[in-house]
């Protein structure tokens, strides 16, 4: 039987870019039958179609609204088509939610050559809070990791709210413009995960950037952080550092343990999915999270999102 979602999953895993649009449509379609269609293309995205993990490297770009993530994310773009690798940026916009309107009047779109077939750039809503990703944008990486080199997520976050693009990515990169003592304060503090990468926006403006990483570099340094590197970035032309932060983004990629972040990210998804449809009942009928965590260690490690879900639904007596 023909099915408009596996074809669009089996066109992904081919890599042909010319499905992703159709694809971002059917999982961002709420509709039951567009649902069921959707759960189609992403079993045919799963790890076991694949025959291992998504090739893409899933990169979170997160930080303080107007810290320059878009306008960043404008250059890097570009660098990474040059170089030849296909990307797909998400940009979740926050405005849909709370503020009503947009946080800031003066932010930038990603900039990029709309007639180049290897580069996709889409908006998406937020989830419910701050930082926080509404599934199908959790999806929409998930297939667009089986046909693109890079898939990009931005997310507006502030340190103190959760960021599910930790778990969503395989390296995050924090972004700080000069002088936002607010990300200082909260890496010294402990609120915030220290990053993968962190970036210092705005060099072309001079002392306040170099300030803000000697700064930052001397806060992970008394934390014994002496991995993270620090990578100041102007965005303006001429650009700045942007060689210095692929390669950054690179060798944290390579020095990771892929699988073992993806399977995580995978069960973490999973019991956020459970009690996002569910509420915190479902967990308590698991026996807490500790026991759900455990109870997922038993499932296939190449199970994907909904395979894990159902593991957990049927273990908790929930529909
Ligand atoms: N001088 C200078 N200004 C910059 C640079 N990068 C961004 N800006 C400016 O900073 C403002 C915010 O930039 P955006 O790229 O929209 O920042 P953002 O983090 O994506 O903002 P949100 O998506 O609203 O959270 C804009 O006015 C940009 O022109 C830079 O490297 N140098
Ligand atoms: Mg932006």
Redesign the pocket.
Known sequence: MTSEGRDLGARLRSRDLAAAPAALNLIEDRSPGARDEAARLLAEVSPAALGGEAPAHLVGVT????????????VLVKEWRDAGRTVAVL?V???SRRSGG???G?????DHDPRDRGVLIRSTAAGGRLGGLAAPTRQAAQALAAAYEVVVI?T?GVGQSETDVEEVCDTVAV?V?PGSGDTLQFIKAGIMEVPDVLVV?????GEAAARARRDLDAALRSLGSHEVPVVA????PP??GIEELVSALEGHRSALDLPLRRLRSRRMMALGELVAEHGDSALRGLGGRRAAERRLTREDPAADVAALVRALRAEAGVE
Not at 106 to 110: E, G, M, Y
Not at 201 to 205: E, G, I, M, N, V
Not at 233 to 236: D, G, M, N
Request: charged share 20%.
């Open positions: 930080g303080p609204p107007g810290a320059g993530k878009s306008s960043l994310l404008s940009a916009d926050p405005s947009s946080l800031l003066d932010r930038a779109r990603i931005e507006v972004v413009q926006t705005k060099a072309d403006l970035v102007s965005s303006v650009p700045q």
